[in-house]
């Protein structure tokens, strides 16, 4: 699974030397990898670049991140 995190901008560092940015929304998607496409043809990178477009840098920080689960067994 692939986590987008929007991030919209709230202001400046303390030094005035990079923008902060605080939590606006997330979209999670299962597709099976980033260059796979869904059934109506589009891939995550079509999707992340879409939410590139509307919500445009510097005002908002738009990132992917891939989540990873495993299982262990227990014996108790």
Do not use: Q
């Not at 709230?10 to 796979?36: A, H, L, P, Q």
């Not at 939410?51 to 262990?72: I, L, Q």
Request: hydrophobic share 30%; aromatic share 14%.
């Amino acid at each position: 699974m692939y986590v987008i995190n929007v991030a919209k901008k709230y202001g400046r560092s303390w030094d005035n030397k990079e923008d902060i940015y605080s939590f606006y929304f997330r979209v999670e998607t299962d597709m099976v990898d980033v260059s796979g496409t869904t059934p109506h043809g589009s891939t995550l990178l079509d999707l992340v670049e879409e939410m590139r477009t509307n919500y445009p840098s510097p005002h908002y920080n738009v990132e992917v991140s891939e989540v990873t689960t495993y299982r262990k067994d227990v014996n108790i």
